[in-house]
């Protein structure tokens, strides 16, 4: 019926659900992106549907974090001080471990956690509530499920990113400290002393920056996949969330080569 449905409270669904191609898909996903930044500044923000989807996705996040960050890491460091000790500049690698941990290892960690687990676990819970018309149901009451269900979601996306590449360059400088000295023989206070030689706000301010925006688009997309699942019954919902890891993980990669490329001419300007 005309005017039922998600499609009168946001276009982006609109134009997602009666795509013909991939660049209207892309559209919508804009569209409804727009509206859930519009809704950050009008009320009513919906707080506790926030703290709820934080708590949410750090809990599913922070154990695979952990898990990643450990290892890849270590490989990280190994790989460096192999190859600073065939330079005779083995005292150099706390410069290359916490270089290396701020400007790509904690964003790109966040990307595969927020991406992989985060993300999906959004779009399987609106999928979900999509073929139970539950959103329809939402939009007769009168509630805008862009301001209800993604605003939130999608803050609380970006917070448990950020959150999550500080957890992950702790490690990450940590770990190289531990491998290289105790492994690899590094002298401990040539190690601390590089640490600062590459990496300093600046790096940091770019890492929190690429990772705020990973946790923004990858809670976007999985809300936009969750909201305009065709069909119904758990294949739609199960083929939509591994679109999701797909799409999120295309996007997260662009964006981490273009905001690296900028802050590179940031920081050297």
């Known amino acids: 019926m005309a005017g039922k449905g998600p499609d009168r409270w946001t276009p982006g669904v609109a134009i997602a659900r009666n795509a013909s191609g991939p660049m209207q898909a892309v ?5 409804m992106s727009a509206d859930a930044v519009k809704y950050l500044f009008q009320r009513p923000f919906f707080w506790r ?48 471990a916490a270089f290396g941990a701020v400007t790509q290892v904690g964003p790109m960690v966040t990307v595969l956690i927020v991406a992989g687990a985060g993300a999906t676990a959004m779009c399987a819970d609106l999928g979900s509530r999509t073929i139970r018309e ?17 605003t939130p979601r999608m803050l609380a996306s970006g917070l448990v990113a950020f959150l999550l590449n500080s957890l992950v360059v702790i490690i ?29 706000v600046p790096e940091v301010i770019i890492s929190c920056v ?25 294949k739609a919902v199960g083929n939509a969330v591994n679109e999701t890891v797909v799409y999120a993980f295309m996007a997260l990669f662009v964006v981490n080569v273009v905001v690296t490329a900028i802050g590179i001419q940031l920081t050297d300007s």
């Open 27 to 31: 559209g919508g996903l804009f569209a």
């Open 49 to 96: 549907e926030f703290l709820e989807q934080a708590w949410f996705v750090a809990r599913v996040s922070l154990g695979p974090t952990l898990l990643v960050a450990i290892p890849f890491t270590v490989l990280v460091s190994f790989t460096l001080n192999i190859l600073l000790r065939e330079l005779g500049a083995a005292d150099l690698s706390g410069a290359g």
């Open 134 to 150: 539950e959103i329809d149901a939402m939009e007769v009451l009168g509630i805008n499920p862009v301001q209800r269900l993604v």
């Open 172 to 200: 990450g400088i940590l770990g190289g400290y531990f491998f290289s000295v105790f492994v690899q023989d590094v002298n401990p206070g040539a190690f601390a002393a590089g640490i600062t030689l590459l990496t300093g």
């Open 210 to 234: 690429k990772a705020g925006l990973f946790g923004l688009i990858a809670g976007l997309i999985a809300c936009y996949r969750g909201l305009t699942i065709s069909g119904g019954g758990a």
